[in-house]
C-alpha cells in the first residue's frame, strides 16, 4: 500500500484549512440609502405627480462595495460592506422617497400619469459621493426641477451637502450618507415649492438659476 508523502499530506491540510475559512467567513451586509417604511409616513397629496429621472454617479463610487475615503485621501472598498441595489438606484430611490414624503406627491414609477397630468420632473447628476471614515458623509450633486403642465419656475441648481458622522464603522457612514441625500431631495423639494433651496444647514448650495418652461414636453 502506498502512504502520501508527508508534503502531500501537508499540502492537502492546509488547502482543507484555506476552504474551512472561506466556508466560515461572515456574509456581506448589505445598505440601503431608502428611509424604512416605519418612518415614511407620507403626507397630504399634492396636486401634481413628481418624476424622477434616473440618477448618474461618479464611476469611483458606483461599486457593489462601500468605498471608503480617509483623510489623506486613499480609498479602500469595504468588500463585506456593500449596497442592496446598484448605488444610481439607491440614491433614485432614496430621492424619490424624500420627496413623495416632503410633497406629499406620488412617483409616476408608480402611478401612470394622464398626458396632461401635471408633473415635476427631477433629475440629479452626482459630481461627488463621498464616505470618510470616522468624519462626515459628502454628496455633490447637480440637479434639476422643472413644471410640466403646471405652474412653477424650474430650476438648475448645484448642492453641496456635509453630513457628520455619528459613531464608528460601516453602518454610521451610511447613516450619514442617508441624511445628506434626504437633505438634498429637501432642498429639491424647496425649489418645487417656490421657495430657498437651503433646506438645512447641512446643505449649501454652489449656484441656481431660473430654467426657461419648456413647450410640449409629455410628463408620461
Do not use: H
Not at 427631477?122 to 410640466?148: E, H, I, M, Y
Amino acid at each position: 500500500m502506498k502512504f502520501p508523502s508527508v508534503r502531500t499530506a501537508l499540502a492537502g491540510a492546509a488547502l482543507a484549512a484555506a476552504l474551512a475559512g472561506c466556508s466560515s467567513s461572515a456574509p456581506p451586509r448589505y445598505y440601503t440609502l431608502s428611509v424604512p417604511a416605519a418612518d415614511a409616513a407620507p403626507r397630504v397629496q399634492a396636486g401634481y405627480l413628481i418624476d424622477v429621472l434616473p440618477v448618474s454617479v461618479p464611476a469611483q463610487a458606483d461599486q457593489p462595495q462601500l468605498m471608503v475615503r480617509t483623510e489623506e485621501g486613499s480609498v479602500a472598498a469595504l468588500y463585506g460592506e456593500r449596497w442592496a441595489a446598484p448605488l444610481a438606484e439607491e440614491i433614485r430611490d432614496a430621492l424619490s422617497d424624500a420627496l413623495k414624503r416632503d410633497l406629499g406627491a406620488l412617483d409616476v414609477r408608480t402611478v401612470k400619469p394622464a398626458a396632461n397630468a401635471p408633473v415635476w420632473r427631477v433629475q440629479a447628476d452626482v459630481q461627488g459621493f463621498d464616505l470618510v471614515a470616522g468624519s462626515r458623509a459628502q454628496l455633490d450633486a447637480t440637479w434639476r426641477v422643472r413644471p410640466l403642465n403646471t405652474a412653477g419656475e424650474g430650476r438648475l441648481c448645484r448642492s453641496l451637502v456635509v453630513e457628520n458622522v455619528d459613531g464608528e464603522g460601516a453602518p454610521a457612514l451610511v447613516a450619514a450618507q442617508r441624511r445628506a441625500v434626504a437633505a438634498l431631495a429637501g432642498a429639491m423639494a424647496a425649489a418645487i415649492r417656490g421657495g430657498t433651496e437651503d433646506a438645512g444647514s447641512s446643505v449649501r448650495t454652489l449656484g441656481c438659476t431660473a430654467l426657461p418652461r419648456a413647450q410640449g414636453e409629455n410628463p408620461a
